[in-house]
């Protein structure tokens, strides 16, 4: 049987674990039995990341998105990636939009709840993210109609990552960072209106509570 190799805090794995639930897959969800980051993890995975997919024949499969795409490949029945054209090129944007925009922004935040050493200029960063999120909210008002809107890869991507936006913000400010961005606001609710995303969602918000535990 295949396996998932992740962690439950990260938005990565989390992302990959809600598409397995939703195509309704045999794969078993495991903690690495290496610590990341040391040479015997590197030797093992050399890209050094997590998720990793254990294929059946021994190969690992790593990086998120690829190991989606490879699931929707292998495993067409229950399909998240849309069939119409247009439909999964506004996915893959949603997808690419996480990627390459929200989780850079994000990452001073990470940074600085990891190494308590780590300084950045948090008004700067805040402006950021806050502009990141417009550019998001009027994507999706010009884009999505969730009343005719299927759950989608892109929707299971930013998902995870938009969680932690005010996980990570917010333990530097009292603003509410997507205040008056309705679209946004808007899609956060439905997206967690599905039970495997929300699965997910409280699967990383326990995680983190037991890292600030063990942390305090």
Not at 23 to 48: C, H, N, Q, R, S
Not at 183 to 195: F, M, P, Y
């Amino acid at each position: 049987m295949m396996q998932l190799i992740n962690l439950n805090h990260s938005p990565y794995a989390t992302r990959v674990r809600i598409l397995i639930r939703k195509k309704k897959l045999e794969i078993d969800m495991v903690a690495p039995t290496l610590a990341l980051k040391t040479p015997e993890f590197m030797a093992a995975y050399p890209l050094g990341k997590i998720p990793l997919l254990a294929l059946d024949d021994g190969q690992y499969l790593p990086e998120s998105i690829a190991i989606m795409e490879y699931l929707e490949d292998a495993f067409p029945e229950h399909a998240c990636r849309p069939n119409e054209p247009l439909a999964a090129a506004k996915s893959r944007v949603m997808a690419s939009f996480t990627d390459t925009h929200l989780a850079p922004a994000l990452l001073p935040y990470f940074k600085a709840m990891m190494l308590p050493e780590f300084t950045f200029d948090k008004n700067a960063q805040y402006d950021v993210v806050r502009t990141a999120l417009e550019k998001l909210d009027q994507w999706l008002k010009a884009n999505i109609v969730l009343e005719n809107h299927a759950l989608t890869m892109g929707d299971i991507v930013l998902a995870p990552t938009f969680w932690w936006v005010d996980v990570t913000v917010g333990l530097h400010t009292k603003n509410d960072i997507t205040e008056g961005f309705d679209s946004l606001n808007q899609w956060w609710d439905w997206v967690r209106s599905d039970a495997d995303v929300q699965r997910g969602i409280n699967e990383m918000a326990s995680a983190f509570a037991a890292f600030q535990s063990q942390r305090s």
